[in-house]
Each structure stands twice: as C-alpha cells, then as structure tokens.
C-alpha cells in the first residue's frame, strides 16, 4: 500500500533540532492517521521482513510499523508491560518518540566522563526529570543517557534513524536483573537485551488486540480476503 509516508523525504540525522522538526511532523500526522496506521499494524502479519523484526523483550514490546532502510529510517509502535528501566542506558541511533496511549516518568541523564562507550553510575549526573504523557514528542540522541519508567499499557510511535554506534551501552554496575531475563536470540547482544526475540504470530496478534481495545488502531477486514 502507497501512502505519504513514501513520500517523506531522508533526514539529516547529525542535525537534531532539524531531525526533531521533522520526525515530529511526521509522527503527529501518522497518529492522527488512523486509516494508515491500522492498515500499517494489519500489514504485519503478512509482511516477512515487519513481522521477523518486531520483538518482544522484557522492557518493551515492537511492532515494526514502517521502514525504509534507503531513507534510513524506520517507524515502530512500542508496547510497554509496565516496566520499569531503572538501568541508564544510551541507544545506537537517535530517535523521536510520540507518545499515544499511558504515561511515563522520563530521567534524563548526562556523562561526565569521555561520554562513549561503556560507563558505571559514577559517571552519570542527574539531569531533568519530565512526565511524558499522550501527544508528548521529543527527540532524543544517541550519546545521551535516560531511564524510564512506564505504566502498563503505555504505547508510543517511534522513529528512528540510522545505526551511529555498534551498540547500546547500559551502566555496568546496575544490570543484577539482566541475569534473569531468558537469553537473546541473537548471539553477540549485550547482556542488557537478554530475553530479546521476535514475536511469534499469536504475540503479534494479541498486541494488534491490545491496540484495537485500546481505541488507537481500527480492527479491519483481513488483508488479502
């Protein structure tokens, strides 16, 4: 299906204020898109490359809604179980979240050491507290650190951008938990994405349910029928 979305020009991703004016346009208008984005989740299901991406973890849940590797970009929908990322923690990418559905509290966290690679607690100052809530967007880089701390049921659209580092980092001397979660399918994941796997069919369906109960996606006539 061929939507504005194909018309989205690629970003600039090295230049955030730019980035986060875009991203922001594009995921207001997708969450006032209900057509497109119910049709979009429906499309999961019978698309391979979508369905084999979305993941479940125990922090959050993904479908992956869009992507577009030659535009270096894809958007997500995240589902929270209501965890709680106590652990700082960086990403690999800049991304822009918008918040559709729930809340959360969001710590926003500065290095004060060389600022790349792995770092401890001890290197990490407060920085501002905020409460993301629905309509909330921000944009957030990938050398900064932040936690966050979700109720059940919080849903976001998440865009984001191209891989600008090997890997995420989380601080070392916080992860006792980690030990607990199942062990990543995926060989060579750092500790902190133990239990990271791609949804199976019956998950898929259960967080499209979730979505349809929750009024942020319309359930339609199945594709292909």
Aim: negative net charge; proline residues 7%; aromatic residues 8%.
């Amino acid at each position: 299906m061929s939507s504005w979305l194909d018309e989205v020009p690629a970003f600039d991703w090295s230049d955030v204020r730019s980035t986060h004016r875009q991203c922001r346009s594009v995921l207001t208008r997708l969450a006032s898109d209900r057509s497109l984005l119910s049709t979009l989740v429906q499309e999961i299901e019978h698309d391979p490359l979508r369905l084999r991406e979305s993941e479940i973890h125990p922090l959050i849940n993904r479908l992956i809604v869009y992507q577009d590797d030659s535009r270096g970009f894809q958007i997500r929908m995240h589902l929270s179980p209501g965890s709680r990322e106590l652990v700082p923690h960086d990403h690999k990418y800049t991304f822009t979240a918008y918040v559709l559905a729930g809340a959360y509290v969001h710590v926003w966290r500065r290095r004060t050491d060389i600022a790349e690679g792995d770092f401890t607690s001890t290197d990490i100052q407060p920085g501002i507290v905020s409460i993301e809530r629905p309509g909330t967007c921000y944009t957030f880089g990938s050398p900064l650190v932040h936690q966050t701390i979700m109720l059940p049921g919080t849903v976001t659209l998440f865009m984001r951008g191209p891989r600008e580092k090997s890997r995420s980092h989380a601080a070392l001397d916080m992860w006792p938990e980690a030990d607990q979660f199942p062990p990543s399918a995926e060989e060579g994941k750092p500790k902190h994405a133990n239990g990271q796997r791609p949804v199976t069919v019956d998950e898929y369906r259960a967080m499209r349910a979730q979505l349809i109960d929750q009024g942020l996606i319309d359930e339609l006539a199945e594709i292909g029928s």
